[in-house]
Each structure stands twice: as C-alpha cells, then as structure tokens.
C-alpha cells in the first residue's frame, strides 16, 4: 500500500502563496498516482495533526522563513517521522546568505564580493565603505529571504533610500553587482540534473519575473554553454550542496559573466509547482514531476 503523506505548505513567511501553490500542486499529482493525503498549515494544530494523521512521509512545502531555515525541520526532528528536503542544519546554513557565502568562499567557490550592515554606522559611512571594497551599482538584500523579495540593484543615489526602506532586517548584505547571465542548476541528492537559463525581460529576476507569466521571463533548457562549461557549473553546484550538507533536491543560483560563474545562493526548498525551474529540469532530463516527487519522498527517509 502507498504510503500517507502529510504536506505542509502556506506558512507566515513572504513567499506564503508560492509556498500554497507548491502544496496543492504537489497533492493533485500524489492523489492522481493513488496517495493519501493531507495537507496543513504549519500552525500550533500541527502536532495534532501530525499524531492523529500519522503519515509515513512528510512532505515539506514551505518556502522562506520559517520553513527553508530550520525552524519547521527542528519541529519536524521530535516526530522520527521522515520529512522531505534538507534538515535542521543545512537549513539553516542554506537560508542565511551570509554564512553561506563564507562557506562558498572558505570551500573556492565564487560569489559577488559583499559586506553587511547593521545599521550600526551611517548610511554615507556605508557608502564609503561600499566604494573602497567595489563599485556602484550594488546588490541590496536582506540575508534570509527568498524570491527576490527586498532585493535591489541601486545606483548611489537610490541606496539610502533602500536601505532605510527594509530597516525592518535588522542587518542586510550589500553585493557586487554581476552583470551576465542567470543560470540555475537543480541537484537530486548526488545527480547533476541539470541547468536552466533565465532571461528576465525585466530588469533583473525579480518576483514579477518569476512568478508573473506577463512579465515573459524567458526559459531557456538546454542552457546555451560549451561541454565543459556546462560541466563546470553543474560541479559547482554539487559541491555547493555537499559542502552546506543538503539532502533532497537543491537549486543554485548563478550569475555568468566573462566566462566565471558566480554563486547567488543555494535554495534548500526550491519552488515545486510544474511550471517551476526544478520540476522543469526534471522534465528536460526525463524524470517526470510524479516521478521527481517520489524520489523526494525516498530520499526523506536517508536523512541522517
Ligand atoms: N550580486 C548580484 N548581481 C547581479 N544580480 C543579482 C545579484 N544578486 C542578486 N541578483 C538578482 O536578484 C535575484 C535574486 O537574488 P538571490 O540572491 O538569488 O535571492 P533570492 O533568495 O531572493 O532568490 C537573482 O536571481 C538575480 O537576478
Ligand atoms: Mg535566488
């Protein structure tokens, strides 16, 4: 008999409708193929839920905070109920973009130069200091978010008005600004599956471009790259995942420019609706989003 799965999706983090969307898409496709489900909130029922339910396999749906950086895993550890994606740790190292990088870094793996701020010193003391470490335009971002939500490309000019503008954070990191191409690598466990090429009419990927089909963000699979190139980001990206201790399937984001492939991020619970990038590479490279969701389900279960 198949086993029952409970999906969490929805959550209280920016990325909460992507997240719903992911679930149900991810239901439809188990009950077609015969699962039981049930789906649910990450609220103060789910325990409850958990126990009278009893399912043999927890589907994680959620994205951003609360549910890509290790809280819901630490949750989910008390069950010894095996649960999808990445666990506590990786989680966590995944989601905050600037223990991340230094891992890239510490492990020789490129990403846009960058430094944080606190709100500790004055927005011009930043910009100074912006200036000594790299040029204008720069990236503004908050260290824990994801699709695209509160990422800037500023000019000097428009910096102190962004940076007051998402003072909420607490403290944000300020990157280089890499121009070039947006290319997105998806692993399944130790599998290079494969790359995508993204090419946002926008001004960059922002979440219009991922999410609004008017926008017309154009997906571009195979990925125009030599052999060898094409085999180089794909290893990159497989080291990534080990070297953070993800399990599941990974997204990387990169960004190539003048024949160097520069690490954005690593996303432990990338989109898995079926139109996202994942499920998209999955396809191109013949593994169906039925089939792509049941290797997630095994592979819940090799968590260490
Ligand atoms: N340093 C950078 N240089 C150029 N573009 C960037 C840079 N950082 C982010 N971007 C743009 O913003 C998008 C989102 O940034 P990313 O770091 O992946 O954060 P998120 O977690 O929100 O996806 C990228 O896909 C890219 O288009
Ligand atoms: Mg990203």
Not at 37 to 58: A, C, F, Q, R
Not at 148 to 154: E, G, Q, R
Not at 228 to 236: A, G, M, S
Request: with cysteine; glycine share 6%.
């Amino acid at each position: 008999m198949k086993k029952k799965i409970l999906i969490i999706s929805g959550g209280i983090s920016k990325e909460r409708l992507i997240s719903l969307d992911t679930g149900q898409q991810v239901a439809k496709e188990l009950k077609k193929n015969g699962y039981k489900i049930k789906i649910s909130e990450p609220d103060n029922n789910l325990e409850k839920t958990i126990k009278n339910y009893k399912p043999g396999v927890i589907f994680n749906a959620l994205h951003g905070q609360f549910g890509e950086d290790g809280y819901i895993q630490s949750i989910l550890e008390r069950f010894k109920i095996p649960y999808t994606h990445s666990g506590v740790i990786a989680s966590s190292l995944a989601m905050d973009k600037e223990i991340s990088k230094k891992l890239f870094i510490k492990n020789k793996i490129k990403t846009p130069k960058f430094i944080t701020y606190s709100y500790d010193i004055s927005v011009s003391k930043l910009i100074k200091k912006i200036k000594k470490k790299f040029k204008f335009p720069v990236v503004v971002k908050p260290l824990n978010e994801g699709s695209s939500v509160n990422v800037y490309i500023c000019s000097e000019k428009k910096v102190t008005r962004i940076v007051n503008s998402i003072k909420n954070y607490k403290k944000i990191m300020i990157e280089e600004f890499i121009s070039g191409r947006e290319i997105q690598v998806a692993i399944m466990g130790n599998k290079k599956l494969g790359a995508i090429e993204l090419k946002p009419k926008r001004k960059f990927y922002d979440y219009e471009a991922k999410y609004n089909a008017n926008a017309k963000t154009e997906h571009i699979i195979p990925v125009d790259l030599s052999k060898n190139k094409l085999k180089e980001v794909l290893n990159i990206a497989l080291k990534a995942h080990k070297v953070i201790g993800c399990n599941g399937v990974t997204r990387s984001d990169f960004k190539f420019y003048n024949g160097i492939f520069y690490l954005l991020e690593i996303n432990t619970q990338p989109g898995m609706t079926k139109l996202s990038l994942v499920p998209e590479i999955a396809a191109y490279n013949g593994i169906s989003f039925i089939e792509l969701i049941e290797w997630i389900l095994k592979d819940a279960s090799k968590k260490k």
